[in-house]
């Protein structure tokens, strides 16, 4: 008989709507699995039990004064959904892994927690996150290091790797998390999941830490494709403020609809060579994407090997935005001894970008980003870029990180993610699909990147590879 947490959220989520599952047994079942495992896992900063159980029963009230009077919920309403400790929930600790922020308690919520909210989901906590999101890797002086469920001795990624490995290890049915420079796809990729960095403008930042390079966004971790899309639907919308906004879907229509839909006969480019000059990419790596391009062959889309020049300038640019996004991030004077070695030498750099040079690379990231447009735009164009995620295997817990030489270590960091922050630089939408597993039982991603504003494509082809190679029923042992 199959355990609650072996449902996908759309089956919770149904058996909720139906009164056959309770939001409050749900609930239960989720924070006994954390109380249970997550010691071992570090996938939680903060646990929020009373609270959850507070959301679980309203959300059970809810749901049978919905059944009496033939309402509609909303397609996720008391469904546990956890948040990254890098946004803002009112009332709850939010430290963003920092030791300088160990007791900061927000009194607003991000607008992403404002609409999950509103979509009736229960948090069961705060995420593990690395200090302000910096690395690729969740290790902080707050909590025990993130894993992979695939292997314990090794990091779930980063930054959301708290997220990625509750869902990956049942401690949740699906995550928020974010992603400025692979941070969703990353720990997708190691932990075996799929995930959505989605068009730049497409979530809202707001309303007090905006984003103003477009880096960053939030984006949904699931171990289905329309479990992470009906996340989108509930996270996405522009508020009012918001420095971008996505083209929206036509009216009436989801991201979970284009689960379900053919995505037709597509051109499909297979870039397997890193974008970052001296990079090599791991045996394993190549050969899950073009094992991939040959199933995506084998489903009648046209896939051509494409080269992209290695190109210093870009990794100039995104080193020097990142470095005074790291800069910007508020910390009191009295923590700034307390900040990790990275976090120390990011902002100090970042304190050194000029305004001129600042300028200087977002025109590179726009510049990027029409070359790029160009090329995907029909006819003649590409409609979605196939390569690796990452440029090797799930790496030890601490072997990235080198407090000892903090710009040795993101040299490394960007060695092991080459071609992620890509996406970032120019707002396309990509996902990391959970297709391949190596000889190790090691999970070894592919992403998915299409045009700017449409998710949809991806959603469509990302769905159509998880029915010809299903992967949601491939659990770690700990599962």
Same mark, same amino acid.
């Given at each position: 008989?199959?355990?609650?947490?072996?449902?996908?959220?759309?089956?919770?989520?149904?058996?909720?709507? &139906?009164?056959?599952? &309770?939001?409050?047994?749900?609930?239960?079942?989720?924070?006994?699995?954390?109380?249970?495992?997550?010691?071992? !896992?570090?996938?939680?900063? %903060?646990?929020?039990?009373?609270? /959850?159980?507070?959301?679980?029963?309203?959300?059970? *009230?809810?749901? %049978?004064?919905?059944?009496?009077?033939?309402?509609?919920?909303?397609?996720?309403?008391?469904? @546990?959904?956890?948040?990254k400790d890098l946004s803002q929930v009112a009332g709850v600790r939010c430290t963003m892994g920092s030791r300088a922020l160990a007791d900061h308690v927000p009194t607003v919520d991000d607008h992403v927690v404002g609409k999950l909210r509103t979509g009736g989901t229960i948090l069961l906590g705060k995420t593990n996150t690395p200090e302000f999101g910096l690395p690729c890797y969740t290790e902080n002086e707050l909590a025990p290091p993130a894993r992979t469920p695939w292997d314990l001795a090794r990091s779930a990624g980063g930054s959301s790797g708290g997220a990625a490995a509750a869902v990956a290890a049942g401690l949740a049915p699906l995550a928020h998390a974010t992603d400025g420079g692979g941070s969703i796809r990353?720990? /997708? *990729?190691?932990?075996? !999941?799929?995930?959505?960095?989605? *068009?730049?403008?497409?979530? &809202?930042?707001?309303?007090?830490?905006?984003?103003? *390079?477009?880096?960053?966004?939030?984006?949904?971790?699931?171990? %289905?494709?329309?479990?992470?899309? %009906?996340?989108?639907?509930?996270?996405?919308?522009?508020?009012?403020?918001?420095?971008? /906004?996505?083209?929206?879907? @036509?009216p009436g229509e989801t991201f979970a609809e284009q689960a379900r839909r053919d995505p037709g006969r597509l051109r499909i480019a297979c870039l397997t060579k890193a974008p970052v000059p001296g990079t090599e990419v791991h045996a394993d790596c190549r050969t899950a994407t073009t094992d991939t391009a040959a199933l995506l062959t084998g489903l009648g889309h046209e896939v051509e090997e494409l080269s992209l020049p290695a190109d210093d300038g870009i990794l100039l640019a995104f080193t020097r935005v990142w470095s005074v996004l790291a800069a910007s991030r508020p910390v009191p004077p009295e923590g700034e001894k307390l900040l990790m070695p990275l976090t120390r030498y990011l902002r100090d750099r970042g304190a050194e970008v000029s305004g001129t040079d600042f300028a200087r690379s977002m025109y590179a990231f726009r510049m990027l980003s029409q070359s790029l447009a160009d090329g995907l735009m029909p006819p003649g164009g590409y409609d979605v870029i196939l390569s690796p995620t990452l440029a090797a295997p799930p790496a030890e817990v601490g072997a990235l990180r080198n407090d000892a030489d903090p710009q040795a270590e993101f040299a490394a960091i960007g060695a092991f993610s080459p071609f992620t922050a890509l996406y970032n630089a120019t707002g396309q939408p990509a996902v990391n699909v959970p297709v391949q597993w190596n000889a190790e039982g090691l999970p070894i991603g592919v992403m998915l990147a299409g045009r700017y504003g449409d998710e949809a494509t991806l959603i469509a082809l990302s769905a159509q590879l998880e029915q010809a190679r299903p992967w949601a029923g491939r659990t770690p042992s700990m599962w």
């Open positions: 008989m199959a355990d609650l947490h072996d449902l996908t959220a759309l089956e919770q989520a149904q058996g909720i709507r &139906s009164g056959e599952l &309770s939001p409050v047994e749900l609930t239960e079942h989720y924070l006994a699995r954390i109380e249970r495992l997550d010691d071992t !896992l570090g996938a939680f900063l %903060t646990r929020t039990p009373d609270l /959850a159980r507070k959301q679980a029963t309203d959300a059970e *009230s809810e749901a %049978t004064a919905a059944r009496r009077e033939g309402r509609e919920l909303p397609p996720l309403h008391g469904v @546990p959904v956890p948040v990353i720990p /997708a *990729s190691v932990c075996g !999941l799929f995930g959505i960095k989605p *068009s730049r403008g497409r979530i &809202s930042g707001g309303p007090l830490l905006h984003d103003i *390079s477009g880096l960053a966004t939030a984006g949904p971790l699931a171990r %289905t494709v329309a479990d992470a899309a %009906t996340l989108l639907d509930v996270l996405a919308g522009a508020m009012p403020g918001d420095p971008f /906004a996505a083209p929206a879907l @036509p």
